[in-house]
């Protein structure tokens, strides 16, 4: 290769920026604001792999009111098997009032590259109670708390299900109103922050074609943006 004066100038010039500051790393945004199209194509893997499991199948139904054009989705430092990352984010919660008894549900919906997320960890999480719905819950995989991970490329789909290790789930004070939400049945939502760790040790694949019979993942305790909808006693 011919090296003019102009280019060797050039690279000198580029070396001395790069050790003047320019050398700064840039990662991945701590928190992203999704367009029309990623919301619509997060919904659409999730509605793929939610009916895969009776405990999530109603995540189809109810993730559109937390991941739709405009939501915060936040950066995790999750660490997984499944791919490198990085993943983004986002809690749901609900909570439900009855006569004499209550229950709430909590979930963590994380996945790999918004524009076009192939990988998801969706970890559940169920408490009940005789007052006031719980506002948290922590137990062992297959008890109070469930674990999935999925892949997902175009019509390939391939499942994990979390069979050892621990979750926890703590609601945060809700907030404002969720915009644009149209109530019924008395049902509210607010905007509600989730804290939420994990320690996947094994996860068995139960679907799809042959990766890895075998995933973990784990997560240190994590605050990440959501939604919290609250359903009245009947």
Same mark, same amino acid.
């Given at each position: 290769?011919?090296?003019?004066?102009? +280019?060797?100038?050039?690279?000198?010039?580029?070396?001395?920026?790069?050790? !003047?500051?320019?050398?700064?790393?840039? =990662?991945?945004?701590?928190?992203? &604001?999704?367009?029309?199209?990623?919301? &619509?194509?997060?919904?659409?893997?999730? =509605?793929?792999?939610?009916?895969?499991?009776?405990?999530?199948?109603?995540?189809?139904?109810?993730?559109?009111?937390?991941?739709? +054009?405009?939501?915060?989705?936040?950066?995790?430092l999750?660490?997984?098997?499944?791919?490198?990352?990085?993943?983004?984010?986002?809690?749901?919660?609900?909570?439900?009032?009855?006569?004499?008894?209550?229950?709430?549900?909590?979930?963590?919906?994380?996945?790999?590259?918004? +524009?076009?997320?192939?990988?998801?960890?969706?970890? $559940?999480?169920?408490?009940? =109670?005789?007052?006031?719905?719980?506002?948290?819950?922590?137990?062992?995989?297959?008890?109070?708390?469930? =674990?999935?991970?999925?892949?997902?490329?175009? +019509? &390939?789909?391939?499942?994990?299900?979390?069979?050892?290790?621990?979750?926890?789930?703590?609601?945060?004070?809700?907030?404002?109103? !969720?915009?644009?939400?149209?109530?019924?049945?008395?049902?509210?939502?607010?905007?509600?922050?989730l804290?939420?760790?994990?320690s996947?040790?094994?996860?068995?694949? $139960?679907?799809?074609?042959?990766?890895?019979?075998?995933?973990?993942?784990?997560?240190?305790?994590?605050?990440?943006?959501?939604?919290l909808?609250s359903?009245?006693?009947p």
């Amino acid at each position: 290769m011919r090296f003019t004066r102009a +280019s060797v100038g050039l690279g000198v010039s580029s070396l001395f920026a790069l050790g !003047c500051g320019s050398d700064k790393v840039v =990662g991945p945004a701590s928190q992203i &604001t999704l367009s029309a199209a990623q919301a &619509t194509v997060l919904m659409n893997k999730i =509605g793929q792999f939610a009916p895969l499991h009776n405990q999530i199948a109603w995540l189809a139904d109810s993730a559109n009111l937390v991941i739709k +054009s405009g939501s915060q989705v936040d950066l995790i430092l999750v660490s997984t098997n499944l791919a490198p990352g990085p993943f983004y984010a986002v809690g749901l919660q609900r909570a439900v009032q009855l006569t004499g008894s209550s229950f709430s549900t909590f979930n963590l919906i994380a996945f790999d590259d918004p +524009s076009n997320p192939t990988n998801f960890i969706v970890i $559940d999480g169920f408490n009940s =109670g005789t007052g006031a719905p719980p506002t948290s819950t922590s137990g062992n995989f297959d008890g109070p708390v469930n =674990g999935y991970l999925f892949h997902v490329d175009g +019509s &390939t789909l391939a499942s994990w299900h979390a069979a050892l290790g621990t979750a926890t789930f703590t609601g945060g004070t809700p907030g404002g109103a !969720c915009s644009g939400f149209q109530s019924s049945a008395g049902v509210t939502c607010a905007l509600s922050d989730l804290t939420v760790s994990f320690s996947i040790t094994a996860a068995f694949q $139960d679907a799809g074609p042959p990766v890895s019979q075998t995933a973990q993942a784990n997560l240190a305790s994590t605050s990440v943006s959501g939604i919290l909808l609250s359903y009245p006693a009947p």
